[in-house]
């Protein structure tokens, strides 16, 4: 009976020694992989990420292990390998689990700038657009990789962690069940992470003012799991109640509330032709005149000569559907969520091109990839638009990158489509080359060098000077001088300056109008007004003196007197940027970070005002 239990608790330990092991194997990869971010800190913060990471690691690991501890108890009373063989399957299958969420956190960290959550479900919906974003390299070291990793992980297991064999018990056989009494209880306290007070949490492991140490001590799959959990149904209540609702309300309208009904005009005349360049992942640090370095946009920088340069604008969304959605309907992108995932929603959106067609507007969008991907085709048709081309659309024969049309040919493209356009048009050109795999012609001088960003910022030196080429041409067409071009970005990226994911410069991008339509004086001009690009589609209505309504998320740029703030959403809340200061939210911890306000008194109204955004917005999202 001794050597059964000894066998027995042998064969626990084991098995949580081995899921311990797997997450710090993960962990060190990870650290690896973003070695140019992990050596921001010391020697001793980079080793300290394991220490503070052990307790999640622990309660992922007594998750896991709750079957297997059953299993294992019941070959103490019946003879047989089945137990054994179940547990070997479910091994089998955890491995699998843990081999791929690690990896696919490991390659996407560096796109998202976040721990692997529950959107990567809405993502492996669509796996033909995984499968097209990724790199070859990515590819071959996922499925590769992966597997080798798998067969080596469970040899490993199969030779060291599934031995000794347990010896069925002959005598005191209710013993096992009294174990399963005891131990499942232990278990789940060890899942809880404490007896008493609130269970374990992601602040647990979180140690460093460096987010990515951060990052690495919180346990990939306890992360995944989690938020899944929390937020897999949506629909089940507003999570981020925090205050009586008619108050948050009232905070949220001061917000839009302007003393002064007034509005600074900047175009020749209300029925322009309007083309929005919406430029894929670009930052402000691409831009020379905005912090960037030389060289990068010299394109841009000569069109701000002729054009009115927003200074202080900011992204709200993280990912090309949050921008869109955000740009057409003016509607923030929620935490949790993503509007153009949500069918049943669309119907209750404002449109800045349904607004425009009842202004007898000619409405078209234009993408060199799949506008599956998202949604965005089911969206975009929702919203009204005239005419919709993506790659499907390009001729057969059209330069093609892994992921989309080049934008070289995206933009001759769009000329040929444009001067078919009935005046007034209003048309969206989205570019594609600025998002990996950023394979793109050689057009100009590479970049050189080891740093993780010069494919981006040679793919946006590319569609630079695409810029350059379309507008050389675009400058000859008849319907030029009677034109306002927008170029904005849809969401920045991680940049050569490595902004923290809750930095207000990580939201920090370019704004410029310009074309024939836009008045003298405000050539060469900027405007230095903190504003969203949520704020577009009102201000531009309005400088059309065409009704903004429905667009109750804007305020008008042109206005002396609006309220300056831009927001973005977190995974699990908000962030708030103003002239006085910005910091992140997190709701779920409910905890700030990367804190800017020097005033406390006026950092905690402003944490009201965030806190209540993040309410009625979500209360908003679940009404439509």
Not at 575 to 597: H, L
Request: with cysteine; proline share 4%.
């Amino acid at each position: 009976m001794k050597n059964s239990f000894i066998a027995y608790a042998t064969r626990i330990g084991k098995y949580y020694l081995f899921l311990i092991a797997a997450f710090a194997l993960e962990r060190a990869a990870f650290l690896v992989t973003n070695a140019t971010r992990t050596f921001d800190g010391t020697f001793a913060d980079i080793i300290a990420t394991f220490y503070h990471a052990f307790h999640l690691d622990l309660s992922t690991a007594c998750y896991m292990a709750a079957i297997p501890l059953i299993l294992l108890t019941l070959q103490l009373v019946w003879k047989g390998k089945w137990f054994q063989k179940i547990l070997d399957g479910y091994t089998l299958v955890l491995i699998i689990f843990l081999v791929f969420t690690a990896l696919g956190n490991i390659f996407l960290y560096k796109e998202w700038d976040t721990k692997l959550n529950y959107k990567i479900w809405a993502y492996l919906s669509n796996p033909v657009e995984v499968l097209r974003t990724a790199t070859w390299i990515q590819l071959t070291a996922g499925t590769v990789g992966g597997i080798g990793l798998c067969i080596l992980y469970y040899y490993l297991y199969w030779r060291w962690f599934s031995q000794p064999t347990i010896s069925r018990l002959e005598n005191k056989r209710w013993l096992p069940f009294l174990f399963i009494v005891f131990l499942l209880p232990l278990d789940f306290v060890g899942i809880r992470g404490r007896i008493s007070g609130i269970p374990i949490s992601q602040s647990s492991a979180y140690f460093s003012k460096y987010q990515v140490l951060n990052d690495a001590a919180v346990n990939t799959q306890w992360n995944l799991i989690k938020s899944t959990i929390r937020f897999g149904n949506s629909s089940d209540g507003n999570p981020f109640v925090s205050m009586p609702m008619q108050e948050a309300t009232e905070l949220v309208k001061s917000q839009f509330v302007c003393p002064k009904d007034t509005c600074i005009k900047v175009l020749k005349n209300e029925r322009p032709n309007i083309v929005i360049i919406l430029l894929e992942s670009w930052s402000a640090d691409l831009i020379e005149s905005l912090g960037g370095v030389p060289g990068v946009t010299p394109n841009f920088k000569q069109l701000e000569k002729e054009g009115l340069l927003f200074t202080q604008i900011y992204a709200a969304g993280h990912r090309s559907q949050e921008g869109i959605s955000s740009i057409v309907s003016g509607f923030p992108p929620v935490p949790v969520v993503t509007i153009t995932d949500n069918f049943e929603k669309y119907g209750k959106l404002a449109s800045i091109a349904n607004s425009l067609k009842k202004n007898k507007y000619q409405t078209s969008f234009q993408f060199g990839g799949d506008l599956t991907y998202g949604n965005l085709r089911a969206y975009l048709m929702a919203m009204g638009f005239d005419q919709l081309i993506d790659e499907e659309a390009f001729p057969k024969n059209s330069a093609h990158g892994k992921l989309s049309i080049y934008d070289e040919v995206s933009f001759d493209y769009h000329l040929e489509q444009t001067r078919k356009s009935t005046a007034p048009f209003f048309s969206i050109l989205f570019t594609a080359s600025t998002h990996s795999p950023y394979d793109v012609p050689s057009r100009t001088e590479p970049f050189t060098g080891d740093m993780e960003e010069v494919p981006y910022l040679n793919s946006a030196k590319y569609t630079d000077w695409c810029l350059g080429q379309y507008f050389a041409k675009a400058q000859k067409e008849g319907w030029y001088e009677n034109t306002l071009f927008i170029l904005v970005a849809d969401h920045s990226h991680r940049t050569y300056k490595l902004w923290d994911y809750y930095d207000a410069g990580y939201q920090h991008i370019p704004m410029l109008w310009t074309g024939g339509a836009l008045k003298e004086e405000y050539r060469g001009k900027s405007i230095d007004k903190l504003c969203s690009y949520l704020d577009l589609p009102l201000t531009l209505l309005l400088q059309m003196e065409i009704d903004p309504k429905g667009f109750e998320w804007s305020n008008n740029i042109f206005n002396p007197y609006t309220p300056q703030f831009a927001i973005y959403p977190s995974n699990q809340g908000i962030g708030w940027i103003t002239p006085d200061g910005a910091f992140g939210y997190d709701a779920s911890e409910q905890k700030t970070y990367r804190s800017t306000f020097k005033d406390n008194e006026l950092y905690e109204k402003e944490l009201m005002k965030a806190k209540a955004y993040l309410q009625v917005l979500y209360q908003k999202y679940l009404d439509l």
